[in-house]
């Protein structure tokens, strides 16, 4: 899941729980909204995680050239 669809997510969530007061037979729109949240929030850090803390596993450093493609 990327960071703008974690965020969707997490907004949608947000509006099912606090900001509709209407009711299904049978489905609890604010356990839905806090689940959707939750799930967003995973979403999010897994997104952050391998969008800037996961590295470059060949390990190039500042100055060297990159390595010559693998075919």
Known sequence: MTI???LF???LG?????AVEDSIKGVDL???GLIL???GL???LFGIYFA???RDPRG???????PPPRY
């Open 4 to 6: 703008g669809g974690s």
């Open 60 to 66: 190039t450093r500042y100055g060297e050239p990159p």
């Open 9 to 11: 997510v997490i907004a």
């Open 30 to 32: 604010q356990t839905i």
């Open 42 to 44: 995973a979403g999010l």
């Open 14 to 18: 947000a509006i099912l729980r606090y």
């Open 52 to 54: 800037f803390i996961r």
């Open 37 to 39: 949240m939750l799930v």
